[in-house]
């Protein structure tokens, strides 16, 4: 049978501890696999490469085109960029899918009868990372959604709902504020909902959705969302499954995928043979389905199963009363090995479909909308805090292109604005023409170059469109 060669990272932290458990899980069981192994993460920043990862590994995960990898550490806040968001947009990842259930009784929950899958768009919203500081006082991080990125996760939600049986896919958004990003996610659910009409569909505001979800998963089957509500939003479900190392997941693109552990690298219990092995043997186990070895993937499902219901039990997940044995990382991956071959009494034993792959048609770019320039937004540091003396000084400018409303962190501050909101440095100033100006888009730089002249300093601008008669940009609070 035909050997499938996988690229393979150990990780940071507990990584090492995770990967070795896993892959002896993987041998003993007869994974028809070869590893090839890189090197990812810390110890490739620390040698100052600050991408983390260097050209032969990335040649060995796309020629390969299957990576199984341990979690690695990201510093926080200041200096190198997520490696993990970067292999994910860089191999085109664009579905994270996260299946969360309990295994009541043996696995201690407040929810036995839970069992969701998240699935979590990969590439855009504001993992786009694209953030600048614009004044003293204000940073901004832009949220990307777009509708080739919209379509193809809440395509794949609806086909994976099919392909696995599943009865119902919720969509999770903040459109009541979030009008156009949001709205364009929602908008594009609605769309493709309508084409599974044998799929039960519904929508929820992100608030009440996680609280609903944290309280009464069982109301939920599979669960679509952007980005970061997908990162929160299944950290969530994984923890209130039993433990958040329990959770694996699949990270899938056209041509590549990667698979990994939900949990990060776990710093505080690295090295202290404590970690739970879960969630990257259960995402070696997606792997081996996504590859066709779903003989190998079941018989490692299955031991695994056998493990939990005995008790044999993970610092993280042991409960007296309900655990028999508290393992270390080594030892509960013997006995998962030690179970190879046999099937759980009291839990489902799983029983994996050959070949299943879902397919996303390739994204068919819509005939162009009509777009219609209206007018721009100028925003501008501006250290004063009346807005009117600000509005005096930009009506002095450009009269082809009329002010018609200054907002500070989004709320309407002129005119009529009132002496209780708080103003920042950072000012969005609205340039606006009635009735359609053919010569708008020469007004712009005029107005611009008369803004430098006045001294005053604009820091960027954004032009304001209608699309097919619409308007498609927000109005300012208050407005
Ligand atoms: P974390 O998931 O590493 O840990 C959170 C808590 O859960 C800790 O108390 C930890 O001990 C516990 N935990 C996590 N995995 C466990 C397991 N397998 N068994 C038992 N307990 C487990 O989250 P964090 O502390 O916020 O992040 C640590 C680092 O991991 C950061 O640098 C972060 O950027 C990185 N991270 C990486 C990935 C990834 O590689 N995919 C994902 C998330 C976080």
Redesign the pocket.
Known sequence: MEVKKITVAH?D??GPE?MEATLTVLKAAGARLEYEQIEVGEKVYLNGNTSGIDQSAWNSIRQNKVFLKA????P?GGGYK?L?VTMRKSLGLFANIRPCNSFHPFVRTKHPEMDVVVIRENEEDLYAGIEHQQTDEVVQCLKLITRPGSEKIIRYAFEYARLYKRKKVSCFTKDNIMKHTDGLFHRVFKEIAAEYPDIESDSWIIDIGAARLADTPEMFDVVVMPNLYGDIVSDITAQISG???LAGTANIGASCAMF??I???????AGKD???PS?LIRAAVMMLNHIGQQDVAEKINNAWLCAIEKGLH?P?IFKEGVSTQKLGTRAFAEAVVAHLGQKPEKLSAVEFDKDVQIQIPIYQRAKAASKKLKGVDVFVDWKGSDANELAVLLQRLNRDIRLSMITNRGVKVWPNGFEETFCTDHWRCRFEVENGNPALRESIPILLREALNANIDVIKTENLYEFDGERRYSLGQGQ
């Open positions: 990780g932290g507990i995770i979690p690695i550490t990201t926080q997520s993990n433990s958040v190392g990994e552990a949990h990060g690298s776990a710093p505080d219990i404590m970690a739970n969630g993970t993280d």
